[in-house]
């Protein structure tokens, strides 16, 4: 008797799905609220309802990727993501620069999930040229002391959104999304026009960015299989 290599392989999934249970289901559905609370306080202008509800974003949107399995990676990013947006609630030059710190600790985190997955050099090229056009417009007009660090993050938040792309559809636009909320933020720093209600336009990009990386993951987690022959 003997073995055909070439036929059909069989595929398991490497790691079993966890239950959407009714507590993720509760957890997701307290993100939803929060970040309709951010945002329509933005829009409204109350800004107390927005500093109540922004600190509670990303640990439920954590507490709801735990739920699911979450790698543990993902549960620090979207924790240290948490600490970036407590620190940016306010003006302080220090305060900036710590929640960028956090957020640069966030993104080292889905770097190393994402590991050495293959993602499309042609994108890779296109996010690159995006990066160095952003910087060449926006250094004259950053604050000095905040350029060196702007760009250094810039490029760390950049190779986290082109490599976010190899975990599917879903990461790469929740990394392409993070990418602009982030400059529209470095724009407001920049002292450039800024459209109507800005601090809206950022969270929104921003809560979409989190949210579709952590599907992706998961999806990415769940979807992956082991190939035996």
Not at 113 to 142: C, M
């Amino acid at each position: 008797m003997t073995t055909d290599r070439t036929a059909t392989r069989t595929t398991a999934p490497s790691t079993p799905p966890t239950p959407f249970s009714p507590a993720s289901q509760a957890l997701l559905a307290a993100f939803g609220l929060a970040a309709v609370a951010d945002l329509g306080s933005l829009l409204a202008g109350a800004e107390l309802g927005h500093q109540l509800a922004k600190p509670l974003l990303m640990p439920l949107l954590a507490a709801y990727a735990v739920t699911r399995g979450a790698p543990k990676l993902l549960i620090a990013a979207l924790l240290l993501g948490w600490g970036g947006d407590v620190f940016l609630l306010s003006d302080a030059d220090w305060a900036f620069l710590v929640g960028m710190g956090s957020f640069a600790g966030g993104h080292v985190c889905y770097l190393v999930h994402f590991g050495r997955r293959r993602t499309p050099p042609l994108l890779g090229a296109g996010y690159a040229a995006a990066l160095l056009t952003t910087i060449v417009l926006l250094w004259p007009d950053l604050p000095a002391e905040l350029r060196i660090p702007v760009a250094g993050y810039s490029l760390l938040l950049t190779a986290m959104a082109y490599r976010a792309s190899a975990l599917g559809l879903l990461a790469g636009l929740g990394g392409a999304l993070f990418l602009l909320s982030d400059t529209l933020i470095a724009t407001g720093v920049a002292e450039w026009p800024q459209l109507p209600a800005p601090d809206f336009w950022v969270m929104l990009t921003y809560i979409a960015a989190q949210y579709l990386l952590t599907v992706g993951v998961l999806r990415a987690m769940y979807g992956e299989r082991r190939t035996t022959v």
